[in-house]
């Protein structure tokens, strides 16, 4: 559960004043029942809703300090705990731990993520697509073949950029970065998912174009695996290059396969990329320093072949709480 913050402490024993039952104001704040209630006796026995003093180690940073830590942070979202360190070290001549930093971080409500930056016509695309498809079924959603390509790096697995935000900043443009693959050493693959299954993984040699995607992916794995799912199976890729070449439409609309209109930058639409999650922390507990590139392709067919069923059923299931967290989102981004 969060802590809850001074304001918020005020705020919440303003709601139960005006007659707002406990649950109600714990569900407002994000806090748990119990949380509420024990504040509100502080607020009645001492007529404050402050931390009452407590006995522990003493802090090792001064509210002066904290305050120079988070406008840090905020004026530049990008910097790491590791960065603010040095910068705390240089203006107060002492070390503190990056876990330290990390911590007083939390404490003024800011936390690392990330998210795909996109257009205001992006958001609209999208907001679009998931009013058209929020309505679906299941048994509408068990036609479709999910599939994506994902990138392995053999020595740093990932390359991501965290920034610190506020609450309520999950989302926000200063809070976005964009992330680009990084190159060698690196293995590539593709795979899809069902309600029902999952094709088996392609280890993609070299660069993908449009031709390698009909030749070594289409053809022996994905048609095949379309045609098994029944005679109502619908396609869904992204917009990559190899994907929307001319060759590649034409090649799928002489075989009469259905082909799922997908919105640009919108990876939390396809369950896939939690499946590549997974892949990966799994990736990364095998990987070793004398660990090959052939190694690693041998891995991560072993790692996907071990996914089990139910893990993929479950992110298909929710196709229809995606479409409608970002139709809420207004076509932003979402948690998925």
Same mark, same amino acid.
Not at 61 to 78: G, K, V
Not at 97 to 121: C, E, F, G
Not at 268 to 293: F, K
């Given at each position: 559960?969060? %802590? ?39 607020? %009645?026995? =001492? ?14 940073? =001064?509210? @002066? ?19 603010? @360190? ?47 498809? %929020? ?35 999950? +989302? ?7 992330? =680009?693959?990084?190159?060698?050493? /690196? ?5 899809? &998912?069902? #309600? ?11 660069? #993908? ?15 095949? +695996? ?6 109502? /199976? ?9 994907? /929307?070449?001319? &060759? &590649? ?5 002489? #075989?009469?396969?259905? %082909? ?8 939390? #639409? ?17 990987? =070793? ?28 299931? /929710? ?10 989102? +207004? ?6």
């Amino acid at each position: 559960m969060p %802590r809850l913050s001074l304001q918020d402490k005020a705020r919440a024993i303003g709601q139960m004043e005006a007659g707002v039952k406990v649950r109600r104001v714990a569900a407002l704040f994000g806090v748990s029942p119990g949380t509420i209630s024990k504040l509100r006796t502080k607020f %009645r026995e =001492t007529g404050e809703v402050k931390d009452r003093p407590r006995s522990g180690r003493p802090k090792k940073t =001064t509210p @002066q300090e904290d305050r120079f830590l988070t406008l840090a942070s905020l004026r530049n979202r990008r910097l790491s705990s590791r960065d603010l @360190q040095a910068r705390f070290a240089q203006r107060y001549h002492r070390q503190i731990s990056d876990q330290t930093v990390r911590n007083r971080l939390h404490m003024a409500s800011l936390h690392a993520a990330r998210k795909p930056a996109m257009t205001a016509l992006q958001r609209q695309a999208r907001l679009r697509w998931c009013r058209q498809h %929020r309505q679906w079924n299941l048994r509408m959603w068990g036609n479709v073949m999910f599939s994506d390509e994902s990138r392995f790096c053999l020595r740093k697995l990932d390359g991501r950029i965290k920034v610190w935000r506020r609450r309520g900043e999950r +989302y926000a443009d200063c809070c976005t970065d964009r992330v =680009t693959p990084s190159n060698g050493g /690196s293995v590539m693959v593709w795979g899809g &998912i069902s #309600l029902t299954g999952k094709t088996e993984l392609v280890v993609i040699e070299g660069n #993908l174009n449009a031709v390698r995607y009909r030749n070594e992916i289409l053809e022996p794995v994905a048609i095949p +695996y379309l045609q098994n799912l029944g005679p109502n /199976s619908i396609l869904q890729d992204d917009n990559a290059r190899p994907h /929307s070449a001319r &060759i &590649i439409t034409e090649y799928l609309q002489n #075989l009469g396969v259905e %082909r799922m209109e997908w919105p640009a930058v919108s990876p939390d #639409l396809n369950p896939i990329e939690h499946l590549w999650d997974q892949l990966g922390h799994a990736v990364r507990a095998r990987v =070793t320093n004398t660990t090959m590139l052939a190694d690693l392709r041998q891995i991560l067919v072993e790692e996907w072949d071990a996914i089990p069923q139910q893990c993929v059923t479950r992110l298909v299931t /929710s196709m229809r709480r995606r479409c409608q967290a970002v139709v809420t989102a +207004y076509g932003s981004s979402t948690c998925y």
